[in-house]
């Protein structure tokens, strides 16, 4: 195939026709997700709208650029014209070929990316993230589903993101600005003075039978052994080391609450490594496994 060809074919083969329109229905949801919608974020759509422009008279993007391009067109984006785009991207999208999960993890990477897009993320922003979240607990233990969800539960404990929380925020949402070339994230964890932070699933389903532990940091409740004969008892096996055969990853919840690198580091960053690729590992906090242990 010609090399002036190849941008032509890649942008419409049905995988790829599926994934950008996933992707806009994402980044209107992202940016409008607090209700209103600024000029840096009508250029961000724009972004998308430049990107498809070689495939305009292809279906279906003859259908959605004439849109897009009469929403964009006043430089506003009203609940109507808002809900008329959402409508046309949720008909054409197939959830045959890529299930519904692949297509929602698609949205929800686009929408953190619509909600930085003019590099403010506010507490109203993060109300309607939160929404969205809890609308689609069937992405539960894929990534970034369970981070985003924790990093939500813990910023907005006291309803308003603080200076520090706001550039942690945008240290872990910019991961997710739409990548055109198809590159993957680099970066998977949000650092911030060598820190861990939305780390651990929120309320996490914890099942015993049958399932693979591996154990990380200090516990002032129970030794190593403790654990893992704990684990034993209800059904469970235990693990030295992070692998795709575990099922949990636990942290211990002696020491800093934030679990720095020097106590945690390597199995929390292979498991991330993991959880990236698609395993559905899932890192929990020591006190949910507790109470995990006490609803039996």
Not at 63 to 80: A, K, Q, W
Not at 146 to 158: C, F, K, N, P, Q
Not at 169 to 189: A, H, K, Q, R, Y
């Amino acid at each position: 195939m010609h090399s002036d060809y190849l941008p032509y074919y890649m942008k419409t083969t049905r995988s790829r026709m599926d994934k950008s329109i996933n992707s806009l229905l994402g980044i209107f949801e992202g940016v409008a997700i607090d209700g209103m919608v600024n000029q840096s974020e009508i250029d961000f759509l724009n972004l998308w709208l430049d990107e498809y422009r070689d495939v305009q008279a292809r279906h279906p993007f003859n259908e959605l650029i004439p849109i897009i391009e009469t929403v964009l067109s006043d430089g506003r984006l009203s609940v109507d014209e808002r809900q008329d785009v959402k409508w046309v991207c949720e008909n054409l999208t197939s959830v045959k070929y890529f299930n519904i999960i692949t297509a929602d993890l698609q949205r929800l990477h686009a929408i953190m990316g619509g909600i930085v897009a003019d590099g403010i993320i506010s507490e109203e922003e993060l109300m309607g993230l939160a929404e969205w979240i809890g609308e689609h607990d069937h992405l539960r233990a894929c990534w970034p589903y369970d981070e985003v969800d924790s990093l939500i539960t813990s910023v907005m404990a006291d309803q308003r993101i603080d200076a520090q929380e706001h550039k942690m925020l945008m240290n872990f949402f910019s991961e997710f600005i739409l990548s055109f070339d198809e590159n993957t994230i680099t970066n998977p964890l949000s650092e911030e003075q060598k820190t861990l932070v939305g780390i651990c699933a929120a309320c996490p389903e914890i099942n015993f039978e049958g399932s693979i532990f591996c154990f990380t940091g200090a516990s002032n409740k129970y030794t190593r052994l403790g654990f893992n004969t704990l684990v034993e008892q209800l059904g469970g096996r235990s693990a030295k080391h992070v692998s795709k055969k575990v099922h949990y990853l636990v942290i211990g919840a002696e020491g800093n609450p934030c679990w720095a690198y020097a106590c945690y580091g390597r199995k929390v960053e292979d498991a991330i490594k993991l959880r990236k690729e698609g395993v559905t590992l899932l890192i929990v906090h020591e006190h949910d496994f507790h109470d995990a242990v006490s609803d039996i």
